[in-house]
């Protein structure tokens, strides 16, 4: 049966794919990455994926399209035994901060990450 519609995947590295959504003249490129933390899926990717299409550029996806293609892709992913999940973007820099990581943005925009000071083997001992 044909349909209007086509999803594939496409490896962009090791741990990441593209899935692509494509129909009459519009296209849908969502970045996945690997799951390897989270044991009920195999890829994860942001939802706010679903806002613009990628072709024609930066044109807004309506809500009840977006609910459409969510749709087909629960379809699709079930019938190819892959397990997607989609979630709201993480906020790397407050994680980070919240583990004791210091951020810090350097003139060029470039952020530079630095991990906690370790602690002595004493001092964890002794708990100060």
Known sequence: MPTDYSFRMERTSYKSQDLVYEEAGRKLVIYLEMAAA????????????FEKWTVPAGTEIAHETRDMILQRLEVW?????????FGPPVDMRAELSKRGWRIEEKKSGVLEARPPRRRGFLSRLFQR
């Open 77 to 85: 992913s079930a019938e190819h035994r892959v397990r997607i999940k």
């Open 38 to 49: 989270l044991k009920k899926f195999d890829w994860v990717g942001c939802d706010t994926s």
